[in-house]
């Protein structure tokens, strides 16, 4: 981040010694967020993490089957069936902690994957709206990185971008991204269902406690 901004202090030098100080801002989230691209991804990345959840609660229901069978029947199992079934046991618990790390490097790949045409795309309508306009460079005004922007050197982009995304009309005169109250809690409640380590992935704690109870356990 500093590399970044450092870089456009110089830029802004450069162009302040020349007399030519124009450049273009927008909410990159904002506009991305509109994208049909985007929210193909989003709902893309939802069905893959419904799938692997399921999955993963199967092997949980299995898990919890045979370690009730193996708590009610642990005082009459011979030692040999006894270890047999704790190693059953403990072979299901590494599984299962196995798959949840994999399905979380998945689903990180998965969303960059299905993220990248959709910025692809914002970033050449970004390109080609800068040197239509003869812009120095385009602020990305996300998570409030520039609190202020003289509006008499800074032209806000967001329309120009979206008409170039064809997702608003050139002859309408506000050059605002449109946001309203609906639109930011759907936004929201995207940016929600893309992150890959949420609350739905099911935790390894209980696999953990079932882990530690069989180390306790020992053979009659």
Request: hydrophobic share 35%; with cysteine; aromatic share 6%.
């Amino acid at each position: 981040m500093f590399r970044n901004l450092l870089f456009l202090l110089l830029l802004l030098s450069a162009h302040v010694a020349c007399g030519q100080v124009r450049f273009g801002y927008l909410s990159y989230q904002k506009i991305i967020r509109m994208m049909p691209e985007y929210k193909n991804a989003i709902q893309n990345l939802q069905i893959l993490k419904d799938k692997c959840n399921e999955e993963a609660k199967r092997s949980e229901d299995e898990l919890v089957r045979k370690y009730a069978e193996f708590l009610q029947g642990q005082k009459d199992f011979p030692e040999n069936i006894l270890q047999k079934r704790q190693n059953e046991l403990q072979s299901l618990i590494n599984n299962g902690i196995k798959f949840r790390e994999e399905t979380e490097t998945l689903l990180q790949n998965a969303e960059v994957e299905m993220r990248q045409e959709a910025m692809n795309k914002l970033n050449q309508a970004i390109e080609s709206v800068g040197q239509e306009q003869n812009l120095a460079f385009v602020l990305n005004t996300d998570n409030n990185t520039c609190p202020f922007i003289n509006k008499v050197a800074g032209t806000d982009i967001s329309h120009m971008v979206l008409v170039k995304l064809g997702l608003a009309k050139s002859n309408v005169t506000n050059v605002s991204a449109p946001t309203n109250n609906t639109s930011n809690k759907s936004s929201e409640k995207q940016d929600t269902l893309i992150q890959t380590a949420d609350t739905d992935t099911i935790s390894n704690d209980f696999l953990k406690s079932i882990d530690s109870s069989l180390m306790h356990i020992t053979p009659n």
